[in-house]
């Protein structure tokens, strides 16, 4: 990419425009060939959380106490 810049710049200096795109299209390339690839999301059915242990759990006698 270096070698590409010191081209443009020996081309009087406008050539540096066209050296600067294909700069950047090097870079963008590069960017997705050495980009890991995500993970796909892994649809499953999950079940429902099960109640911790000291969660209240009503019992009749709660019931006819508030009755």
Do not use: H, N, R
Not at 14 to 29: C, R, S, T
Not at 44 to 59: I, K, L, M
Request: net charge negative; aromatic share 14%.
């Amino acid at each position: 990419m270096i070698g590409i810049e010191i081209l443009g710049i020996c081309a009087c200096f406008v050539g540096v425009f066209f050296a600067e795109v294909i700069v950047e299209f090097m870079l963008v390339v590069s960017f997705f060939i050495l980009k890991p690839e995500e993970p796909q999301p892994a649809y499953e059915e999950v079940a429902e959380p099960a109640a911790p242990a000291d969660a209240f759990q009503p019992t009749k006698s709660d019931y006819e106490e508030v009755q």
